[in-house]
Structure formats: C-alpha cells, structure tokens
C-alpha cells in the first residue's frame, strides 16, 4: 500500500467502526436512558429500533444513491449526519428529540458504511491488497458491534450516557477534515436516473422486514403485528422484484442477484452476522441472570470475543489466499459451529467463565474468516460502475443479520423460561443452551448450503 492509501484506510475503516459501535453502545445504558429522558420501559426497544429500522431498511438505496451521486460526496454528508445526530442525542431531553437523532444515527450509518466500503474497493485491485483491507472492515466492522457494549458500560458508569452520544463528535471533525485530502471520488461510469418507485418498494419492504423481526422479539412471532409487517415485507419486495424487470435503470439489476457468489456471498454474511451478534445477546442474559454478573462485568467479558474478531480479520485474507474464499466460508462456519456447540456445557457454577471465554474467542475468530471471506465473494468479478450497489447488498445483509438475529434467538430462549418451573436462573440457563444448539444448527447449515451452492469467480475460487 502506499501512504496515501494507508491513510485513506484509516479513515474508512474509523468511520465503518465509528457506526458499528453506535448499534450497540446504548444497549447496557437503556435503563438510565429511560429514566433521564422520560422513556416508559415498554419503549425504551424504540432506542435500538429506530437505529436498526434506517441503518437496514435504506443502505440499499443509499448504495445506488453513492453511485450516481458520488461515493466521496455521500460519505462526508453521512459524516455530517453523524455528527449533527450526535450532538442532538447527546443533548437530548425528551424521547421525541433521542428518537429523531438515533434515525439520523441510522440514516448516517446507511449512507457512510456502502460508501465507504465501495470507496475502498475502488482504492484496492482484486488482490491480496484488496483482501487484507476487507479483512480489517469485516474485523473492525464485527469488533464494533462488540465494543460498542463495552464502551456504553464504561461510559455510563464513569461519565454519562450522553457521552456515548458525543463521542462521535470529535470523531466525525477528524475524518471530514482528513477524508477530501486522501478521497478520490467515485461513481458509476454512466449517467444513470435513480429508479424511485424501485427505491420506494424495497425501502418500504426492508422497513416492514425489520420492523416485524423486532416487534417478534418484544411480543411473539405469532403478535398479529409481527404477521401483518412479514406479510406487508413479502408483498412489498415481490412487488420490487415486478417493477425491477421492468425499470429502464432498475435499482438493483436482478443480473447481478443471479450470480451465485453475490446471492449466496451475502447469504452467508447475514447468517455470520445472525448467529454471533445474537450469541453475544444469549451470553449476556446467561452472565447476568445465571452468574450474577453486573452489566459492566458482562460488557467486558466479551473483551476476549473483541480480540478473536480482530485476529480473524487478519487470518481471513490468509486463508483466502491460500485455500479460497469458498473454502474460507464453510471452514469456518463449521469451527464456529464447534465452539457455539461446546458452549451447551455451560452451567451454574462460577468456573463456566472459562469456556465462554475460550468459546467466544476461537468463535469470535471464525466467525470474522467467515465475513472477510463474505465479502471478498460478494464484491468480485463486479464492474467499478455497480459497486456501490454490491457494497449496498453487503452492508444490507450485516445490517440484516444484526437485526435478526437477537428475535430469532429471543423466540426460542423465551419459549422455553415460559415453559419452565424452574428458577430465574436455572431457567434462563436451560434456554440458552436450548438457543446454543439452534446458533451451532445455523452455522452447520450455512457450511453445507455454501459447499454445495456457492459458485466463485476465478479470482477468488
């Protein structure tokens, strides 16, 4: 790499781990929250919600958007998004005024994350070079959503909650006083128009989506809510697919969702993202419930899952290097698998401590192989002119797979602390482990539908 584009790694990757940080840092500081601004305890979900709702639901169209518009110019008015939101949230007062800033938060993260990720494939040839800087995004990008509850912890308990807001501030100034000098600008080769009715359908659709998989978690999969929003996200995004064949410049070209590497790449990024984001949502119930451990104590025991996620984003470019991405992915899904599965041994007893961290840490490692090797598969063998749209579909499926995988894992865990007569504790331990075994099954499956399924580029076979 050259300097300048060392620098300009730097900065995509700080604002990338900037917003992965966001999706989480509130998470252990939603009870103060509550209290300070005047949230009722069945609306503090909407503080998490209304990030989760924008981040996911317009990073597709924010994706085309960059394309047509400028990938540099969108990144920086992302970036000024975030810190405008930032600085709203951390003043905030009432819970209209935090709801306004966590959307701008989500709004932000859908503009800057598929910008930023486009802008760094542009600045890398399909490569070693290119692989190593999307294993430091994936790694950072999955270290964020980690970070982010260890640093909320930290935060609350030593200064206040708002500063979890207003540590974005000073971050978002560096990265737009550094970003013009070391940013080239890109975008689609051809003048194209933006396909609003396409953007509208698949807006609205991943909305609806999104929306249904976090009233499930707070109610039921069976809520009539919860139906009526899949249902609206079936019809909403068949109706997409419809006016897609038909559009003159389509939003997304459905060419590009036949090739077996994008379609079955980012399949296997949203189950990455599903079972590790929602194994760090079960861990912290079972330390917090069943170990006594105080939210802080539970934050930073995933310290060591923070450091497996960085390593395997070093590891990832390696394996692909030598064995291929393919081979990257289901490798390791099924060592994933394996230490998610050893985790059903945990128990009551105070020494359990040891196996989740081993478990995480070795967990935390594949997973990240896993992401890189996602990225890697869904990003190749696509011209320069659609790559905003290829990083938008990758950014969707991290997006995505955060979201669902907590009322996936939620569902179960709740079905079986209602089924049970057992104490608190012991009953939140039995659905735990019962979720363990549905995490380790995902990660089993991904690995056999990417072996059989997934067709790679030459380049990255």
Known sequence: MTGRQRVALVVLLTASFTLAVDFSILNVALPTIGADVGFGIENLQWIATAFAL?????????????????????FVIGMVLLGIGSIVGGLATTPAVLLVARVAQGLATAIVVPAALALLIGSFPEGPARDKALGLNGSLMAAGFTTGAILGGLLTDLLSWRWAFFINVPIAIAVLVVAPMVL???????????????????????LTLVYGLTNAAETSWTDPITLASFAAAVLLLTAFALVERRAEFPLVPLGVLARSNVAWGNIAGTLAFVTETSLVFLLTLYLQETLGYTPLGAGLSFAVLGLGTVLGGLLGPRVIGRFGSKAAIVGGFLVQAAATLSLVLISDAPGSIWLVLVATFVGG?????????????????????????????????????????????????????????????????????????????????????????????????
């Open 54 to 74: 924008c981040s996911a639901g317009f990073t597709l169209l924010m994706g085309r958007v960059a394309d047509i518009a400028g990938r540099r110019r969108m």
């Open 365 to 461: 490692v594949a997973n990240l192989v896993v992401i890189v090797g996602f990225m890697v598969t869904a990003t190749s063998g696509i011209p320069d002119s659609e790559q905003g749209l290829a990083t938008g579909l990758t950014t969707m499926s991290q997006q995505v797979g955060i979201t669902m995988g907590t009322p996936i894992m939620s569902a179960v865990l709740t079905a079986v602390v209602l089924a049970s007569a057992a104490p608190q504790g012991q009953a939140v331990l039995s659905g735990v482990t019962t979720a363990i075994w549905v995490n380790g099954g995902i990660c089993i499956a991904a690995a056999l539908a990417v072996a059989a399924l997934l067709r790679v580029p030459r380049t990255t076979a």
């Open 184 to 206: 080239k600008e890109g975008r689609a080769a051809q003048r194209t128009r933006l396909d609003v009715p396409g953007a509208a359908l698949v807006t609205l659709g991943l």
